[in-house]
């Protein structure tokens, strides 16, 4: 069963988003730095997603490319600031073209096999975490979670 995802606002340039998954954090955190589980879970339902560099490690680069179903591709990328298995991971994020990068920290938290995920976005600017906000991060979050707790639920 689906649970909410909350977003709340932290400071001018900074807001979490904050979900719980039946799963324990070892997966959750797997999902985010496994290639093959991620393209199961990131791009929109009926859409696709292509891992086209992967380096997990401080220092390393990621690039991802996502179709949707109107065949509309959004390429995103950034570098490993902080790689600890199973309850952190910070890195920067920022979609092609639109520049505004994030600083993005997944802090994971596990009690009896369930993981509370924190989601803490810190943008350059209060205008840049506004139009996020704006944008839909929070439902666009909760679409992805959504599908990475079935996923998940399936055992990847």
Known sequence: MSQPTT??????REFVLEHHFHAPAAKVFAAYTDPKTLMQWWAPKGGSMTV??????????????QTDVKG???????????VK?????VYTFEVEGMG????????LKESNGETHMALTNLCVSKE????????????????????LEEVLAHGH
């Open 7 to 12: 977003a709340k606002v932290l400071s001018d």
């Open 52 to 65: 086209e560099a992967m380096d997990l490690r401080p220092g390393g680069a990621y690039r991802f490319a």
């Open 72 to 82: 509309q591709k959004s390429v995103f990328f950034g570098k490993y600031l902080e």
């Open 85 to 89: 298995p199973v309850t952190r991971l």
């Open 100 to 107: 505004n990068e994030i600083r993005a920290t997944i802090d």
């Open 128 to 147: 840049a975490r506004e139009a996020m906000l704006q944008y839909g991060a929070a439902a666009g979050a909760k679409a992805a979670w959504t599908r």
